[in-house]
């Protein structure tokens, strides 16, 4: 691999601060440790990450603050304005403080092409590594198919593909989607999975207090395309009409349908069955995955979701756990037959399953140990990070860095 301290990789994210953002984090810390000097721009996390520069393991973060209380097209457009504003403003900074040889940026959201053309003028390369498909999302978002910003937005995506130099993306369907939305040559793609850091194969110490309940756990956000909603329905089943009340739910995350949630919760008298505990720490995050006896992928079939490397899946397998979740093309890519898998995005059948596992633990245990298995041969960041190191060695060679 190369080593060669003087070339300057800035990533840049706009809808996660860092080092909140667990793949982002990962990539950095991937190539730092490669010999790379890394420099990182996000926005301001709401209960972490909030001074304005800090330094996390050799990697130096550059944050700004943005305020946005529309849940609307024109405030996504505010917060898009003001953070391409704030982002401009830091790379200027960092660039005078330090020549960035090569930006590496994430989406949501696909408005980076001007910088990426900004990039080719003054010689940084621009890799664009793809978490997300921001045309499904608006219309998974907000149900109405306005023709017109269903559009600007394939557009959007298309001109960031053909102005990056280089695209990383997730997994093979966004691979082809590289190849057929944005006309992008094969050789310029590489595909660089998302993974835990590592496999937890002693129980930490840490364990959330004992009791005589099945618990199940959710990691992740709570917006529309999450389905926390759903799983609040299959709770509601599996409660008050199967009659399965030795169980508890557990929410570790935030998002924008986090009180229509609670709202459902109150209004199906749940409330004793859930703990939503927001955004804590990660550690802590781990004492729960950790302490479930059932993990859930409640995110439905929508024309997005099954496309997506869903981050949670792979964290929940790498502690060993049973994963009940819905007929995702990746997700089930990613499980193998660590997972129970539930077609046709019946909310009831999610719940028979959750029951089914809470009065088997021989098969809770069968499903997470083949988990733990698939995810230490095929899906760790290990295997990852060999792919992002070879394709950043590449990268070098072509561009004549060294």
């Known amino acids: 691999m190369i080593k060669n301290k003087k070339i300057h990789i800035l990533f840049i994210i706009e809808n996660l601060s860092f080092p909140f953002d667990k793949r982002v984090f990962s990539e950095a810390k991937s190539l730092i440790k490669n010999g790379y000097f890394i420099s990182v721009i996000s926005p301001k996390g709401v209960k972490f990450d909030k001074d304005n520069y800090e330094v996390v393991e050799k990697i130096q973060v550059y944050r700004y603050g943005i305020k946005n209380n529309f849940n609307r097209i024109i405030g996504y457009v505010y917060e898009y304005f003001i953070s391409y504003y704030n982002i401009m403003r830091l790379l200027i900074k960092i660039n005078i403080k330090n020549k960035i040889n090569i930006i590496h940026i994430s989406n949501p959201p696909d408005i980076f092409f001007l910088l990426a053309i900004f990039c ?72 660089i999975r998302n993974g835990p850091d590592k496999i937890f194969r002693e129980p930490i110490k840490k364990k959330l207090k004992k009791t005589n309940y099945i618990k199940i756990c959710y990691v992740g956000m709570m917006s529309e395309s999450d389905g926390v909603i759903n799983l609040i329905y299959s709770a509601q089943y599996l409660i008050k009409i199967k009659k399965i009340e030795k169980i508890r739910f557990y929410l570790i995350g935030d998002g924008d349908k986090r009180i229509e949630i609670e709202e459902l919760i109150k209004k199906f008298r749940l409330k004793k069955y859930f703990k939503l505990t927001g955004i804590i720490k990660s550690k802590y995050v781990k004492n729960y995955i950790n302490s479930a006896d059932i993990c859930v992928v409640p995110d439905q079939k929508n024309g997005l979701n099954e496309y997506l490397t869903i981050v949670k899946v792979a964290e929940y397998m790498s502690f060993a756990k049973p994963i009940v979740a819905y007929d995702l093309i990746e997700t089930k890519y990613t499980t193998g037959k660590s997972a129970i898998i539930i077609k046709n995005n019946d909310h009831k059948k999610f719940g028979d399953a959750i029951k089914k596992l809470c009065e088997n633990k021989k098969l809770r245990y069968k499903l997470g140990r083949i988990g733990k298995k698939r995810l230490e041969k095929d899906f760790t960041w290990e295997k990852s990070e060999i792919k992002l190191l070879k394709f950043y060695d590449k990268i070098v060679k072509e561009r004549n860095l060294i």
């Open 120 to 191: 080719k003028l003054i010689n940084i390369i621009f890799i664009f590594d793809q978490h997300d498909l921001t045309p499904e999302t608006y219309l998974i978002k907000y149900k109405k198919n306005f023709k017109i910003i269903y559009n600007i937005l394939i557009l959007m995506e298309y001109l960031t593909f053909r102005t990056a130099d280089y695209i990383i993306s997730t997994n093979e369907t966004f691979k082809n989607i590289a190849l057929q939305r944005g006309k992008i040559k094969e050789n310029k793609i590489q595909i």
